[in-house]
């Protein structure tokens, strides 16, 4: 089956700067890779996803690039805010949707101001 | 729209007890889901369904049912609760299985098994 690794597991970054968290996958049939940020009490929720016939999507101060020869793909986000402090996951699918999608370990990020 | 909604939002069992973690969304969507959160290791997933009496099983389904008898409703049955079952319980559902939709979380059940 698919297994999907997530670095860093932890990360701290200033205010305003960039934080990269990058995942990797095992499966070359996989085709969709979401990635959710998950609040303090809440489930995760979307924020960006990625089909494999793209290399780089971009939202705002968000952005994920994929690399399906390496089979990796990565979260940017850019003039990091308070508000984005988060455990944020990837996940990949072998379909274009959620179907037994199969989750990274999460990265914490937090914001120092 | 409610959204996903879960009951109850905390619980404490006894091993061996027996107990259903209700889930239900009032978006009518065919795909729903369970998956199971524990420290360090993401979310994997217990069961899902892909319509009204269809259900299969995830990546860690021993020790769980479920069913689908309507659109709205997913429970998810434990039979005989151990300790290894204490976890952060979410749903979630989408409006197709194969499709680009986004996956909706419900707030999270904490189960804890003593």
């Known amino acids: 089956g698919e297994n999907v690794e997530q670095h860093p597991s932890t990360l701290s970054v200033q205010e305003g700067d960039s934080a990269v968290i990058k995942c990797t996958y095992s499966?070359?049939?996989?085709?969709?890779f979401p990635w959710y940020k998950q609040e303090l009490g809440k489930g995760p929720q979307l924020i960006i996803d990625i089909r494999s016939n793209v290399g780089e999507k971009k939202d705002q101060r968000i952005a994920v690039t994929l690399n399906k020869t390496a089979k990796h793909f990565s979260l940017h986000i850019t003039e990091t805010q308070p508000e984005d402090s988060a455990v944020y996951f990837c996940a990949a699918s072998p379909h274009f949707g959620n179907e037994k999608l199969t989750f990274g370990t999460g990265t914490r990020l937090t914001i120092i101001p | 729209n409610a959204g996903v909604t879960q009951t109850p939002k905390f619980q404490v069992l006894k091993t061996g007890q027996s107990m259903t973690l209700q889930c239900a969304q009032d978006?009518?969507?065919?795909?729903m889901s369970w998956y199971r959160q524990d420290p360090g290791m993401g979310l994997r997933l217990i069961h899902y369904?892909?319509?009204?009496?269809?259900?299969d099983q995830g990546e860690v389904p021993n020790g769980y049912n479920v069913s689908r008898s309507t659109t709205e409703d997913f429970p998810l049955r434990l039979l005989s609760a151990a300790p290894s079952q204490t976890s952060v319980y979410f749903c979630a559902s989408s409006p197709s299985p194969r499709a680009v939709y986004e996956q909706y979380f419900g707030p999270g059940t904490r189960l804890t098994v003593t």
């Open positions: 369904s892909v319509g009204a009496g269809i259900t």
């Open positions: 499966d070359s049939a996989s085709n969709y």
């Open positions: 978006m009518n969507h065919e795909y």
